[in-house]
């Protein structure tokens, strides 16, 4: 049974930074592709950051591209979202969760919700302007 729990959120001014971590049990966490989502109120969630299995690959949307960064630490079962540059848009329940393959071809499929089989509650990252 796989379990997530997201951490490292909270309220920070525009500008500043925040790491989100994402916690994992089970042992299919180093053969499978993790992705970070996002819902803002009254907004569908979206897709914001993935990684493949082994961390060599690593993809964002346009909105994050530059200031965020996904890493994964397979030895402790453990996913990173780094966001800098945090503005009042990335307000927003964050989710971590865990895809069914090792890796995707790109952006376009790691969007694709129904590939992954597990999520977090989330964590909220609040930015005040």
């Known amino acids: 049974q796989v379990q997530l729990v997201e951490s490292g959120g909270g309220l920070v001014q525009a500008g500043g930074s925040l790491r989100l971590s994402c916690a994992a049990t089970?042992?299919?966490?180093?053969?499978?592709?993790m992705a970070w989502f996002r819902q803002a109120p009254g907004k569908e969630r979206e897709f914001v950051s993935a990684?493949?299995?082994?961390?060599?690959?690593?993809y964002y949307a346009d909105s994050v591209k530059g200031r965020f960064t996904i890493s994964r630490d397979n030895d402790k079962n453990t996913v990173t979202l780094l966001m800098k540059s945090l503005q009042p848009e990335d307000t927003a329940l964050y989710y971590c969760?865990?895809?069914?393959?090792?890796?995707?071809?790109?952006?376009?499929?790691?969007?694709?919700?129904?590939?992954?089989?597990?999520w977090g509650r989330g964590t909220q990252v609040t930015v005040s302007s």
């Open positions: 990684i493949n299995w082994n961390g060599l690959n690593r």
């Open positions: 969760a865990i895809n069914k393959w090792p890796a995707l071809r790109g952006t376009d499929d790691y969007s694709d919700q129904t590939t992954f089989t597990h």
């Open positions: 089970g042992n299919t966490f180093n053969t499978k592709a």
